[in-house]
């Protein structure tokens, strides 16, 4: 960007910072402090464009939202057709927001998107960037060097395509093994994911945020692992948090971590705590937890963004979608907002709703000396990460960085390393690695991958050995949103677990259990002659580990529980509660 402004000092990028945030604070309307504080989601258009008002997620028309709403924060959802498209589309965007008044640049953000989740509401699905395993992977290869080298990669990739804001990393703790989203933690153990996180965090923004970082927003604080009965905030009947054992402290220790690694971001998590001396609210609207708790006790003095939905009742696919307003349901939608404000957040996830505090303010509700305080925040970290100084990318260096082959490669191996090995037989057809020549019956795996095991056969009465691939059992939710999160009973069905085990009984197994949560696999573990779980890789990965030319080293970042009794038993932010597990935090076998 041009530095001779004399006129205007926030557009010189030989300034300090906090001078040229000072300098474009004063020459903003409300309306524009405003559409800072909004961050809604966004996708790309017809044909790459920008999306105009008839859009697949029922949001304002993006032209409208960056130059009439006067928004700058986006999260893209979806998977684009091609690097060059995201790259292409990431520039309309900016252009759109260089036709704005003041010319505030857009800031980027996506869920994960290197991995095998597909749940539209926390993920996207790899595409055309390097692939690796879930975060459970990298808690199974315990390697901080390992997450920070990943944590680089993706911050490269990133950063060529226009994403400047993470909205992960994820650093919940899995002590309700029945939770639905403990696919995207680090696992069970606070140390661990500790480690961890500080190597992520460090990967994605370096030692400190600049012009080739990408800032993290670290979720969710205080730690959403312990809901009741492992269902999800995101539903009303997965509202509660609740802390039987009296461990908030644990499920806080990652947080400190991150905040000590510099994370630029933290967001709140949907629950409502219970039975506890924090306020039956939901934590974005949570004083105590958010101003009380990170903001004066930990010293946090970055971004807090709301998780998305809190303010407005919604839909998706046509169905509703109420607002996550879980404790104060009965405020409208302004009276949530200046809640939330009072809380100590500065921006709300997933709404485009900047009118309201244009109205709280004008009411004299919220002042715009508080509105201020947020705003400087939003602006500095734009500055930090150099938009207004670059804000377009190069599209041909992001068609040549992204999925970059030494980079899909070294998220290839780490797939592969990643797979946790835990029974295995030292004899017979199933013996590993894989003897060559074998008739083989296969489940789960694609017909080229089969092809590479042996010859494959339709009946296992039929077989030498059989290779089944599975994911871990759930109990299926209505509706089309909520159906992405694997709920419910951690067991096999009782008729699928009977099929499982005769297959086993006709034929010496290979069972490959991919796990997003827990599941209880007694009955399989005593029947197969191999057990392995994944958290995330390809069919190829599987078989080069079944037939030697890679090796599994991953170790379980979590235990494995015996029942569904002794999950039920067990207490939600406990770890390591559940009695008598069939197998144990860090079991696994190296191949």
Not at 160 to 165: K, L, M, N
Not at 226 to 247: C, M, N, T
Not at 296 to 306: A, H, Y
Request: glycine share 10%; aromatic share 8%; net charge negative.
């Amino acid at each position: 960007m041009d530095t001779d402004t004399p006129d205007q000092p926030y557009r010189d990028a030989r300034l300090p910072v906090d001078r040229r945030v000072a300098d474009l604070l004063a020459r903003m309307t409300l309306v524009d402090k405003a559409g800072l504080m909004f961050h809604d989601m966004v996708v790309i258009g017809e044909g790459g464009g920008l999306a105009g008002p008839v859009n697949m997620i029922g949001r304002p028309a993006t032209v409208a939202a960056v130059q009439e709403l006067r928004m700058n924060h986006f999260n893209l959802l979806g998977s684009p057709a091609s690097v060059r498209e995201l790259a292409e589309w990431h520039n309309r965007l900016q252009e759109a927001a260089r036709a704005t008044p003041l010319g505030i640049p857009v800031s980027l953000s996506t869920d994960p998107r290197h991995a095998f989740s597909s749940n539209p509401g926390t993920a996207a699905r790899a595409g055309a960037f390097s692939e690796w395993p879930e975060s459970l992977g990298f808690a199974a290869l315990r390697d901080p060097d390992l997450v920070r080298r990943f944590a680089d990669i993706a911050r490269a990739e990133y950063v060529a395509s226009g994403f400047r804001v993470a909205l992960h990393p994820q650093i919940d703790l899995a002590t309700e093994p029945r939770w639905v989203r403990i696919g995207m933690t680090f696992g069970e153990d606070a140390e661990l994911t500790s480690a961890l996180v500080v190597a992520y965090v460090r990967g994605f923004q370096g030692e400190s945020l600049g012009p080739d970082s990408v800032a993290t927003m670290t979720k969710h604080f205080p730690g959403g692992g312990p809901q009741r009965d492992g269902e999800d905030p995101h539903f009303a009947y997965g509202r509660e948090q609740v802390y039987p054992g009296g461990r908030q402290d644990y499920h806080l220790a990652p947080f400190r971590a991150a905040l000590a690694a510099g994370t630029s971001q933290v967001m709140p998590y949907y629950g409502m705590p219970v039975g506890t001396d924090w306020p039956e609210v939901g934590f974005g609207f949570n004083a105590d937890v958010v101003a009380g708790l990170l903001r004066e006790e930990l010293g946090f003095d970055g971004i807090v963004c709301t998780d998305w939905g809190l303010v407005n009742d919604s839909t998706f696919a046509g169905e509703p979608m109420p607002a996550r307003a879980w404790g104060v349901e009965h405020l409208t939608p302004a009276e949530r907002v200046q809640l939330a404000i009072d809380a100590g957040v500065d921006q709300f996830g997933g709404e485009s709703s900047p009118e309201l505090v244009v109205q709280l303010v004008g009411a004299g509700r919220v002042s715009e000396e508080r509105v201020d305080v947020s705003v400087r925040r939003l602006l500095r970290e734009k500055f930090v990460l150099g938009l207004f100084d670059a804000p377009f990318v190069d599209v041909e260096r992001a068609a040549a960085t992204v999925g970059r082959a030494d980079f899909v490669a070294e998220g290839a191996a780490a797939q592969r390393a990643a797979i946790t090995r835990l029974t295995q037989v030292v004899a017979g057809p199933a013996s590993l690695p894989l003897a060559p020549g074998q008739r083989v019956y296969v489940e789960g795996l694609g017909p080229v991958a089969a092809a590479r095991l042996g010859t494959p056969v339709d009946d296992p009465a039929q077989a030498d050995l059989a290779v089944l691939r599975l994911a871990a059992p759930f109990e299926p939710r209505p509706g089309k949103f909520e159906s992405f999160f694997h709920a419910g009973s951690l067991a096999f069905p009782a008729e699928e677990l009977t099929r499982l085990v005769a297959i086993c009984a006709a034929v010496p197994t290979v069972l490959q259990v991919y796990l997003d949560r827990p599941a209880v696999l007694t009955e399989l573990a005593g029947a197969a002659a191999v057990l392995q779980v994944d958290f995330g890789a390809s069919d190829d990965a599987l078989v080069d580990v079944l037939l030697g030319a890679a090796q599994a080293r991953g170790r379980l970042p979590f235990d494995l529980p015996s029942s569904m009794a002794a999950v039920e038993a067990s207490r939600s932010d406990v770890p390591f509660d559940t009695d008598g597990p069939l197998f144990r935090f860090g079991d696994g076998l190296l191949s």
